[in-house]
């Protein structure tokens, strides 16, 4: 009775080796498959036409003229938010200047 016991528990360690190396075969050929990059991805071409920031430029512009020509203000909401699209325009156009850079 004893060499059965032992015969079972050790086909059972056995299997759990064989699933456990499956497992770690398989884990290890999913990893390395999808480590794998293509040799070279070709960038893609700018787009044609304005970029968003040109357009951001744009509409920020656009902005600034229609607050200026607003009502006065009105509890200093106008002008803050003249400040704020003044501020967003001088950082666009910061950005425009870095990306010619670059």
Do not use: C, W
Request: no cysteine; hydrophobic share 40%; proline share 7%.
């Amino acid at each position: 009775m004893l060499d059965t016991f032992r015969s079972s528990s050790a086909s059972k360690t056995l299997a759990t080796l064989l699933v456990l190396a499956g497992v770690l075969l398989f884990g290890f050929y999913a990893g390395h498959a999808s480590a794998a990059a293509p040799a070279h991805t070709p960038t893609p071409a700018p787009p044609k036409g304005p970029s968003h920031l040109e357009k951001a430029i744009d509409f920020l512009n656009k902005a600034k003229t229609e607050l200026e020509a607003a009502d006065p203000d009105r509890g200093g909401n106008r002008t803050e938010a003249l400040r704020l699209v003044t501020d967003a325009a001088i950082h666009v156009e910061k950005a425009l200047r870095f990306q010619d850079k670059h």
